[in-house]
């Protein structure tokens, strides 16, 4: 540049967009999932964990998935659920609540996960059982539930372990409705101090959240 004066960098041009995944491809997953050996079935299902899990494929997919999901083989398990979790609808509530018993925290993690985007009462229960297990899968995926896992919630307040009651207490805070004031209520005389702060706080997040009709 003439002159020794500092150069104007140039712009960075944006980067290319992904190309979307092609119908043979999503067609070449399918059968690799019905009809490839233990490698293929899980590279199949690991690629669909990727991809954009689109609706005409669904039905498709999750029907090639749910043999992996009670595979032998962990690492089968493990990738046919990262494709469930991702592929998932309200029909796959009931295989994501059978995979929250599995050995496997991985699986069961990620199971927690896609349950929360269901707001499903009978998911919730299932999850709030899982609390020893995984609490931070557990509590995060009952908050994503939100209402419909008050009552499941609910229960952990009477637990043994006065951790897992604070943190009853603080998601009701985050989601509950009047129906779970009593039980707050007397988590607020909880022989915990911790328990006893977090209830009286959830008590006061729900009355200005949902105040008295007249």
């Avoid at 009477?158 to 409705?177: T, Y």
């Avoid at 607020?188 to 009709?213: E, F, Y």
Wanted: proline residues 6%.
């Amino acid at each position: 540049m003439a002159g020794g004066g500092v150069g104007v960098m140039p712009r960075s041009r944006p980067e290319p967009r992904a190309k979307s995944a092609s119908t043979s491809e999503y067609q070449s997953a399918i059968a690799d999932l019905t009809q490839g050996d233990a490698f293929k079935k899980r590279q199949a299902a690991d690629w669909l964990a990727r991809s954009e899990p689109l609706p005409e494929w669904r039905t498709d997919v999750l029907k090639g998935i749910e043999p992996l999901l009670s595979d032998t083989d962990l690492f089968g398990r493990m990738s046919g659920t990262r494709a469930l979790a991702k592929w998932a609808d309200a029909s796959s509530v009931p295989s994501l609540i059978r995979l929250l018993e599995d050995d496997n925290f991985v699986v069961r993690g990620e199971s927690m996960k896609a349950l929360g985007r269901f707001p499903n009462a009978q998911a919730a229960e299932a999850i709030a059982k899982q609390f020893d297990k995984d609490r931070i899968n557990a509590k995060n995926a009952l908050l994503a539930i939100g209402p419909p896992a008050e009552a499941a919630v609910g229960k952990l307040l009477a637990h043994a372990d006065w951790s897992i009651r604070k943190d009853g207490c603080e998601i009701l805070g985050a989601i509950g409705g009047r129906d779970s004031l009593p039980l707050l209520q007397t988590a607020a005389r909880d022989s915990n101090g911790l328990v006893r702060m977090v209830a009286g706080r959830a008590v006061l997040a729900i009355q200005k959240r949902t105040p008295v009709r007249r």
